[in-house]
Every structure is written in structure tokens, then in C-alpha cells.
């Protein structure tokens, strides 16, 4: 069946460096992408989200890169810092015109990124 | 801002009876809510989709009987564990959206554990 999966199941980064996370996503409907922190013991905290009508999206020190050709989302943190240490999910939406509804996210495996100082 | 809190944060209880978890949007209306489900170190799994005065919609392989949803109002949505098992112990996370963004809102989240 068709879903997201990521790459990397865990990253380990050195305090100041860049991060990438990666997500690969089967199905060619999804229209919609979003990037989700999930610290210990607590709910899932957006970060970013791109449109499948872009290849790229800038926030405060993250970037998400769409790869439509090839299914690939990726996540890049900027100077990577202690508090960046979570799992990391992206999530698709197919949108409302293939059956979809809003919100209606399918959450890939996450990647757990662990910052040392 | 979008603001939904979830209540409680973590709760043990006894093999047999039912737990209430409440999921509520504090600073918005939310006509949908959503249930998930998560075992350590895995991804979140989505058990049902609730909707504003209307019958929740549970997917395959979650047991209305068992997890039952309630959304009366566009600020409440409830989920109730009846009998719990310690099959049942998980982590459940609500989300909800806000008309006209597409985003998930999240609650904290609430750690069941059954004895």
C-alpha cells in the first residue's frame, strides 16, 4: 500500500551543525506536507509545511525541500542546537479531491535527532 | 494562536474500567477533531476522525464499542477507553483543525497505563 516512510530512523548531529532529515512518500496524490516535532511525553508541534505547487519552503533556521519526481521530502536544520532533540515526522495529506479531508494526515515512521554538545 | 489542550496528561487505572480523555480547542471552534494513538517509538496511528454533532468515523480495525468518541460541542471532543486492558496502555493524542488552515493543532497528549 501506499505510504510514508523515512529513511533514517535516527541522526545524531554535533551541537552548531546542520541537520537533514528525509521522508520518502508514495503516494503521487498527496498535495500537501507538513513537518512535525515530537518531544518526550508530549504532542506533536508543527514546524513546517510546504504545497506540492512548490520545491521549497524557508522558516526560522528549518527549510523543507520537495522532490516531487522522486517522493522525497527533506528537512534542514540550520546550526543545530540541544533543543532541536526530538523525533521528527513528516506527514501527507492527499487533499480533498482524492478522497482526503482536511487534516487527515498519514504520519511517516520519524527520525530521532539527537544533538550533542 | 491555536491552543488545544488535552486533559488529562497521564492517568493509571485498573484493568476493567473506563478512562475519559478530553481533547479541547481553547482559542478557536474546531468542526474536527482527531484521535491518535501512539506506542513507543513508533508513529502516530490514526484511530478516528470526529466531527460536531455527528457520529464519529473509526477506521479499520479500531473498535467503536471500545473507544468511544464524543464531539458535542465545536470546543469538546471525548474519547472514553471502556474496560480497559493493559493492551489498551498507549499514548492518545488529539488534534484539531481551525477552518481555513490545513494544519494539524495538537494536544499534549495523555498516557494511559493499565494495571
Known amino acids: 500500500g501506499e505510504s510514508v516512510g523515512l529513511h533514517l530512523p535516527t541522526l545524531s548531529v554535533q551541537e552548531g551543525d546542520n541537520s537533514i532529515i528525509n521522508c520518502a512518500y508514495s503516494?503521487?496524490?498527496?498535495?500537501?506536507f507538513i513537518w512535525y516535532k515530537q518531544e518526550s511525553g508530549k504532542g506533536p508541534q508543527f514546524i513546517i509545511d510546504?504545497?506540492?505547487?512548490?520545491d521549497k519552503r524557508q522558516g526560522q533556521r528549518v527549510t523543507v525541500l520537495l522532490n516531487k519526481t522522486v517522493k522525497h521530502l527533506s528537512l534542514q536544520i540550520a546550526a543545530t542546537q540541544p533543543g532541536d532533540s526530538a523525533v521528527y515526522f513528516c506527514a501527507e495529506n492527499i487533499g480533498p479531491s482524492y478522497g482526503g479531508s482536511q487534516g487527515n494526515l498519514i504520519f511517516g515512521k520519524g527520525t530521532k535527532l539527537s544533538v550533542k554538545p | 494562536g491555536a491552543v488545544v489542550s488535552q486533559h488529562p496528561s497521564w492517568v493509571i487505572c485498573k484493568s476493567g474500567t473506563s478512562v475519559k480523555i478530553e481533547c479541547r480547542s481553547l482559542d478557536f471552534q474546531a468542526t474536527t477533531m482527531f484521535w491518535y494513538r501512539q506506542f513507543p517509538k513508533q508513529s502516530l496511528m490514526l484511530m478516528a476522525t470526529?466531527?460536531?454533532?455527528?457520529?464519529?468515523?473509526?477506521e479499520q480495525g479500531v473498535e467503536k464499542d471500545k473507544f468511544l468518541i464524543n464531539h458535542a460541542s465545536l470546543t469538546l471532543s471525548t474519547l472514553t477507553v471502556t474496560s480497559a486492558h493493559p493492551e489498551d496502555s498507549s499514548f492518545y493524542i488529539c488534534s484539531a483543525t481551525k477552518q481555513g488552515i490545513e494544519k494539524l493543532f495538537f494536544g499534549s497528549g495523555t498516557q494511559l497505563s493499565v494495571l
Open positions: 510546504i504545497r506540492s505547487n512548490m
Open positions: 470526529s466531527n460536531e454533532g455527528s457520529k464519529a468515523t473509526y
Open positions: 503516494n503521487s496524490a498527496s498535495d500537501y
